[in-house]
């Protein structure tokens, strides 16, 4: 069975622009989570999105966004890059809306460099 | 604000050696604690813990929780080279994760 997937793997962009990632999640899971992870640090929490409506953000700047298709797949939306958004953007799956009642199942990430 | 916090950050060890990893919280709605291992990039499960002084055991690594003390150990027992990896911790409703114990473990 497929895992989690994300694309792209790496990614390198300048000042300014956008970036759209993307993910699929494990076949059956409704609800997708997206984490930043900076070098040294643990995954910091995004937006999680169950059955297509979003159901938690974190303390991220509006120029992030997601949503969430009907298939489940999602997408991380990034727009004017700053240098600090150079990170590991990680995507979870799992069955239920509950982020930590249960096990998050993880892709191997999206490693966006902003030059 | 939900808060995790992780001790050591950094730990080497040798083949063989016993070591224990900490995991401290505060959160507003705990429903569960988590462990996961992380070695290149997904971070992968290992533990989740909901009740206190019930221990979980898989091979060589254990968890357990302390619900009034507010806080939770790993285990890794005989350790060996392939447990190199960064230990992650998360609770709360954001899952919200500790920055993780890096620990390396030397032949």
């Known amino acids: 069975d497929a895992g989690v997937t994300q694309s792209p793997t790496h990614l390198i962009k300048t000042r300014g622009q956008h970036v759209t990632l993307r993910c699929s999640p494990i076949s059956g899971h409704k609800s997708v989570s997206w984490y930043q992870q900076v070098l040294g640090q643990g995954p910091q929490f995004i937006f999680q999105?169950?059955?297509?409506?979003e159901r938690g953000r974190g303390n991220f700047p509006d120029r992030f966004s997601a949503r969430q298709f009907p298939n489940y797949s999602s997408e991380l939306n990034v727009n004017a890059l700053l240098l600090g958004d150079s990170a590991l953007y990680l995507c979870a799956s799992s069955w239920g809306q509950g982020r930590s009642t249960g096990e998050l199942f993880f892709g191997e990430g999206s490693r966006l460099t902003v030059l | 604000e939900d808060k995790v916090v992780q001790s050591p950050l950094s730990l080497v060890v040798h083949e063989g050696d016993t070591v224990t990893l900490n995991c401290s919280y505060e959160?507003?709605?705990?429903?569960?604690l988590l462990w996961y291992k992380q070695e290149k990039k997904a971070p992968t499960f290992l533990f989740m813990l909901t009740s206190s002084g019930i221990e979980k055991k898989s091979g060589r690594l254990s968890s357990i929780l302390d619900k009034k003390e507010l806080f939770s150990i790993l285990n890794i027992t005989a350790t060996q080279t392939g447990d190199s990896a960064i230990y992650l911790c998360a609770v709360g409703g954001k899952s919200t994760f500790g920055d993780g114990t890096t620990l390396t473990v030397k032949p």
């Open positions: 959160v507003t709605n705990f429903r569960s």
């Open positions: 999105y169950y059955e297509k409506e």
